[in-house]
């Protein structure tokens, strides 16, 4: 196991302009800069971010510093020109592990809950959410916590991020915040190989979730994705069937089996404000 280089930089900007995938909200918002968690299929591995950098993606977080005091400057700035919603994280995961110990998302949390942006997603694979639950409660239906639950397979989640957390820690997570009484979904993103109870072992936890896929989620219409091979290991496994433009549909059909239309979104239409 290679040992994360972690670096504290002082960023010049927090806020940046949704764009793309993300055009949906005005802006996006990233506490960290890398992430330890280095899912195998992250479409940020393909980014610039990642390529100028050369360390493998996953080896190297930068901290931003001072990070809730230029939060606040900027969002002040931003709301005085029109409403403002914000996506947090593009390209982090924001409650990777070094922010037990930063604390630059509970930071970060604290300045939108005092200059309340209009609506603000928060992007995570993290059980370490739940810490925060007090303040995104301040938020009430202006948040909504959205947790990557990509299968309900543990093998198949080791075999693709065997670095993020486990995902029964996921489902309890969410379990704790939906019972608290923050919004959340549940975001099969990217699907990967599941069984055909993964609808009914979501469907007592959440009223909402999203499917998406590489080739709808990754900015590039799978583009990027296949650069980064992802296909070989599908190939390893013996699960070719599962890697296809297509391949979505079967779990769509599954959760349409148990949740009503309206609880179901594909792709970027489930990240919208």
């Known amino acids: 196991m290679t040992k994360t280089v972690y670096e504290y930089?002082?960023?010049?900007?927090?806020?940046?302009?949704g764009t793309g995938f993300l055009a949906g909200y005005t802006h996006s918002l990233n506490p960290y800069t890398g992430c330890t968690f280095g899912c195998s299929y992250c479409y940020v591995r393909q980014m610039?971010?990642?390529?100028?950098?050369?360390?493998?993606?996953?080896?190297?977080?930068?901290?931003k510093q001072e990070a809730a005091e230029l939060l606040q400057a900027e969002l002040r700035k931003a709301k005085s020109k029109g409403p403002v919603t914000v996506f947090?994280?593009?390209?982090?995961?924001?409650?990777q592990p070094i922010e037990h110990k930063e604390q630059i998302t509970r930071s970060l949390l604290e300045?939108?809950?005092e200059e309340r942006p209009q609506f603000l997603l928060v992007q995570t694979r993290s059980p370490l959410v739940r810490r925060d639950i007090d303040i995104l409660l301040r938020f009430g239906s202006q948040v909504r916590v959205s947790m990557t639950v990509e299968t309900d397979l543990e093998?198949?989640?080791?075999?693709?991020?065997?670095?993020?957390?486990?995902?029964?820690?996921?489902?309890?997570?969410?379990?704790?915040?939906?019972?608290?009484?923050?919004?959340?979904?549940?975001a099969v993103a990217p699907m990967l190989p599941c069984s055909g109870n993964f609808a009914e072992l979501l469907r007592p936890i959440v009223s909402r979730v999203c499917i998406d896929d590489y080739w709808m989620g990754d900015?590039?219409?799978?583009?990027?994705?296949?650069?980064?091979?992802i296909e070989s290991l599908y190939e390893q496994l013996g699960l070719e069937q599962w890697?296809?433009?297509?391949?979505?549909?079967t779990v769509y059909d599954q959760f349409k089996r148990l949740f009503a239309e309206e609880e179901l979104y594909i792709s970027q239409q489930g990240f919208e404000p």
């Open 9 to 17: 930089k002082r960023p010049k900007t927090l806020l940046n302009k």
């Open 48 to 63: 610039p971010v990642s390529l100028f950098r050369g360390d493998e993606w996953g080896s190297w977080v930068d901290i």
């Open 88 to 95: 947090m994280s593009s390209s982090t995961d924001p409650y």
């Open 111 to 113: 300045v939108m809950a």
């Open 155 to 186: 093998h198949i989640r080791k075999s693709f991020t065997p670095g993020a957390p486990p995902i029964q820690a996921r489902l309890q997570a969410l379990r704790d915040l939906a019972e608290a009484g923050v919004p959340v979904q549940a």
């Open 219 to 229: 900015g590039s219409g799978g583009k990027r994705t296949r650069r980064l091979g």
């Open 243 to 249: 890697y296809g433009p297509t391949a979505y549909r």
